[in-house]
């Protein structure tokens, strides 16, 4: 087989199968004269499979895994080892067809296994009355006792059933704001104690100087600067 670059009417001889081709069905090089390589694209892109194969091989002493056909509008779940619709596995835009890795079954095995996942697992959107232990007839017992209202702040028509994290036992049924402070202050009457003091300190309020005359002023920080100082 020829090693020589044959040319002959716009066409090239490639030094691998040896078969003339046009000259652009050859890679281009900037190292060649004529602007384009010894091998033709099929014969190039074989020779740099194989010296990549040739490198997993001496770096991680493994072959290159083979691309796997997939048919179009369908992807294969390594877990499984199936290949479905795309439809059937959840939607990722960071990946490059928008769709994850794994089906959609198995993703949520993965996402079970985790370390943590019970932790962060959350029920369905459910009466709070089944959140805890209790049924719907204790739940409108206790709201009935509170008169319908927050057990905090008495607002109309609280929907969220507080409990101690500690032994899980009811509390009381609390509104939004109110629940949701209590879980921003750890239960802890400590800090709640600690933010009624501050507030107590530093809370503007408007103080009586001359008849008629208010000012508003701080217990911690006094008086605002006049406005001709």
Request: charged share 30%; glycine share 10%; proline share 7%.
């Amino acid at each position: 087989m020829p090693r020589g670059l044959d040319d002959r009417n716009g066409e090239r001889r490639c030094r691998d199968c040896g078969e003339w081709k046009p000259v652009e069905q050859f890679r281009a090089s900037g190292k060649r004269h004529s602007g384009r390589g010894g091998y033709c694209e099929d014969c190039f892109t074989a020779r740099s499979k194989a010296s990549y194969a040739r490198l997993i091989r001496e770096i991680h002493d493994r072959d290159v895994r083979s691309i796997r056909e997939v048919p179009d509008g369908h992807r294969y779940c390594p877990d499984c080892a199936l290949t479905k619709p795309l439809t059937e596995f959840p939607r990722n835009p960071g990946d490059s067809p928008g769709y994850a890795a794994y089906c959609k079954p198995c993703q949520h095995a993965r996402g079970r296994m985790m370390p943590g996942a019970r932790e962060f697992a959350r029920p369905r959107v459910e009466h709070p009355s089944r959140r805890h232990s209790g049924s719907r007839v204790e739940f409108d017992e206790l709201l009935a006792a509170q008169e319908g209202r927050c057990a905090i702040c008495g607002a109309a028509d609280p929907q969220h059933l507080d409990h101690d994290h500690r032994t899980g036992w009811v509390r009381g049924i609390l509104c939004f704001n109110c629940n949701g402070g209590l879980e921003q202050f750890r239960d802890s009457s400590e800090l709640l104690a600690g933010a009624i003091t501050y507030l107590k300190g530093t809370t503007w309020q408007r103080v009586l100087i001359h008849p008629g005359v208010f000012q508003m002023c701080s217990p911690m920080r006094g008086r605002p600067p006049s406005r001709s100082s």
